[in-house]
């Protein structure tokens, strides 16, 4: 499957717990992006990465999330001490560049805090 | 002002027959694309179909074509020949912004749930 790959499909943490979500792009993608989608709701971006660069993280809450795209393996969402807020999909998707092509997403991480 | 606006929040339509989902947005660049989305209930997001803002013709992708009116500002995605598989939430989205050659950020309208009946 050369689709953009997200693991864990399903997360569940408790509060206080740190919960990480992965993604590695498609083939031949150097920009990932990662989105949040709550329940009966559209997706709002979080943040768009490059290899070893964060290009914009306007989306992302100020504490607690993180984001990375290390040189080698996939793009790291990381969010600490989690709160029954952070439960939703969180979608990454990844662009052959940045301004024209099509983001293809991956099939979302289901986060659910317990 | 919202971007993306997707005023129908449910559709109903009858298998075989055509749909049109609304989209409008708004935006003060010259250069933007429009997309499509289609998220099937187990979760996924599916491109469909893509507009660039200069061309001059209405994109389509099999039975989807995007009918694009630039002086409306409007992008409404047209199903042909409903089938039951198409039952899913449809989004619109939209880039924009950047300077020439530079990152266009992606912007998502709320959905509209399509149901298809046999």
């Known amino acids: 499957n050369a689709g953009v790959m997200q693991n864990p499909r399903h997360l569940v943490r408790r509060r206080g717990q740190e919960a990480r979500l992965r993604c590695s792009p498609m083939?031949?993608?150097?920009?990932v992006y990662w989105y949040r989608q709550l329940p009966e709701e559209g997706l709002k971006f979080m943040v768009y990465l490059q290899k070893e660069n964060i290009i914009d993280e306007s989306g992302m809450p100020k504490e607690r999330f993180s984001a990375e795209f290390p040189k080698e393996g996939p793009s790291i969402l990381r969010i600490q001490q989690v709160v029954r807020g952070d439960s939703a999909a969180y979608f990454c998707?990844?662009?052959?560049?940045?301004?024209?092509?099509?983001?293809?997403f991956g099939d979302g991480t289901r986060l659910s805090i317990l | 002002a919202q971007k993306i606006t997707q005023t129908q929040p449910g559709m109903f339509v009858q298998e075989k027959e055509a749909v049109t989902l609304d989209c409008t947005y708004d935006t003060s660049d010259q250069s933007y694309g429009l997309f499509w989305y289609k998220q099937p209930s187990s979760g996924e997001m599916i491109f469909l179909i893509y507009q660039g803002s200069y061309d001059e013709q209405n994109a389509t992708e099999g039975r989807y074509s995007l009918n694009f009116q630039k002086a409306r500002k409007s992008a409404n995605l047209v199903i042909s020949a409903s089938q039951l598989g198409d039952s899913a939430m449809y989004f619109c989205a939209m880039r924009e912004g950047g300077t020439s050659g530079g990152y266009q950020k992606v912007t998502f309208g709320i959905g509209t749930k399509l149901q298809v009946i046999p």
């Open positions: 998707a990844s662009s052959m560049d940045n301004r024209y092509q099509p983001q293809h």
């Open positions: 083939k031949g993608h150097s920009h």
